[in-house]
């Protein structure tokens, strides 16, 4: 083979890798996937990021798996199939998950993890908000008002890796409180999933102890619902309650005092994350060396995280309302 001809065939490999990554002037397709839209806050997360996605040139296809990991791998193969340049997902289940960034990665589809990390795998970039601190702060503000008594845990879904997250975030604030003997914690459990009726069981279980309780922390606001309902079922009174994800119905119960505070995470500024690196991605361009790493088992993932806040009777306005997350009249109806 003559020089003319190997250098032909250079070329031509050239060109054709660096046409497979130059997308600058083309349209980038991203799929979103999402465990289910189970809770408002999900509907939310969807229309900020389509929207962000939408201004920066890019279409997006969300698809839902209802709680489901095999629907939602088989969800990801059908996006793959279709062409896709990027992948943003929510997993339903932290490590079955793992299978949708390995497929995506076959057909070289970059991967952003979205709130939730999948764990033991390859992953391009993780956008969520710190839950070791969000822990932190409903742990934090329920001892300020109660610095001792009976505290329960009532965590998230066991195969979430946010549920981990929070109750370490969480334990971090009361251990030192349990080891100076002020604190006593008198019920300890993971939920299997994010539903109301989770935590209206373990809400009923917790009470059948016979043991005064006088504050709860809940995973979310979901749980915290079921937490709400179980105590009033039982005429309980004066149990503080928290919980996170600033829905609707929550902030009404802590408007009327039955919830004692929530944690809102600024879900446009994580979707406008997710969107614009996505973009990025889909375009092989360089994305801005903001971030921090955290390990999922297999690699240190490129990471942003953003700041939750905890909202309570006296700041609602200053809050969620403000920031237009939530109206004040529906609010305050």
């Known amino acids: 083979m003559n020089y003319q001809v190997k250098l032909f065939i250079l070329l031509f490999l050239a060109s054709l890798f660096v046409g497979g990554c130059d997308q600058k002037d083309q349209p980038v397709e991203v799929g979103f996937l999402i465990h289910s839209f189970d809770r408002e806050r999900w509907e939310n997360d969807r229309n900020y990021f389509v929207e962000s996605v939408k201004e920066l040139g890019g279409t997006v296809t969300v698809m839902d798996a209802e709680n489901d990991a095999d629907k939602q791998l088989e969800q990801a193969k059908e996006l793959l199939a279709k062409g896709v340049d990027v992948l943003v997902v929510v997993p339903v289940d932290q490590f079955a998950a793992a299978a949708i960034a390995e497929e995506a990665h076959n057909k070289d589809v970059k991967v952003i993890s979205y709130d939730r990390l999948i764990k033991n795998c390859k992953l391009d970039y993780y956008v969520s908000t710190d839950n070791?601190?969000?822990?932190?702060?409903?742990?934090?503000?329920?001892?300020?008002?109660?610095?001792?008594?009976?505290?329960?845990?009532?965590?998230?879904?066991?195969?979430?890796?946010?549920?981990?997250?929070?109750?370490?975030?969480?334990?971090?604030?009361?251990?030192?409180?349990?080891?100076?003997?002020?604190?006593?914690?008198?019920?300890?459990?993971?939920?299997?999933?994010?539903?109301?009726?989770?935590?209206?069981?373990?809400?009923?279980?917790?009470?059948?102890?016979?043991?005064?309780?006088?504050?709860?922390?809940?995973?979310?606001?979901?749980?915290?619902?079921?937490?709400?309902?179980?105590?009033?079922?039982?005429?309980?009174?004066?149990?503080?309650?928290?919980?996170?994800?600033?829905?609707?119905?929550?902030?009404?119960?802590?408007?009327?005092?039955?919830?004692?505070?929530?944690?809102?995470?600024?879900?446009?500024?994580?979707a406008s994350t997710a969107a614009d690196l996505a973009m990025k991605l889909g375009r092989c361009e360089e994305c801005e060396k903001t971030y921090q790493t955290v390990s999922n088992g297999k690699m240190l993932v490129p990471t942003v995280f953003h700041t939750g806040m905890i909202v309570n009777r006296e700041n609602l306005k200053l809050t969620v309302i403000s920031e237009g997350y939530q109206r004040e009249e529906e609010v305050y109806r």
């Open 132 to 270: 070791v601190e969000i822990g932190a702060l409903q742990a934090n503000y329920l001892t300020t008002i109660k610095p001792t008594g009976n505290y329960a845990i009532i965590g998230g879904a066991i195969r979430d890796n946010n549920s981990q997250l929070l109750y370490l975030g969480q334990r971090n604030v009361l251990q030192p409180l349990v080891e100076k003997g002020d604190i006593n914690i008198i019920y300890n459990e993971f939920t299997k999933s994010w539903d109301e009726d989770e935590g209206y069981e373990h809400t009923k279980k917790l009470l059948s102890g016979g043991e005064k309780v006088d504050a709860i922390l809940a995973g979310n606001d979901e749980l915290a619902m079921g937490v709400i309902r179980a105590l009033d079922e039982a005429g309980v009174e004066g149990v503080l309650v928290a919980g996170m994800d600033a829905d609707l119905r929550n902030l009404q119960e802590i408007v009327a005092g039955h919830q004692t505070c929530t944690v809102y995470k600024p879900y446009e500024k994580m």
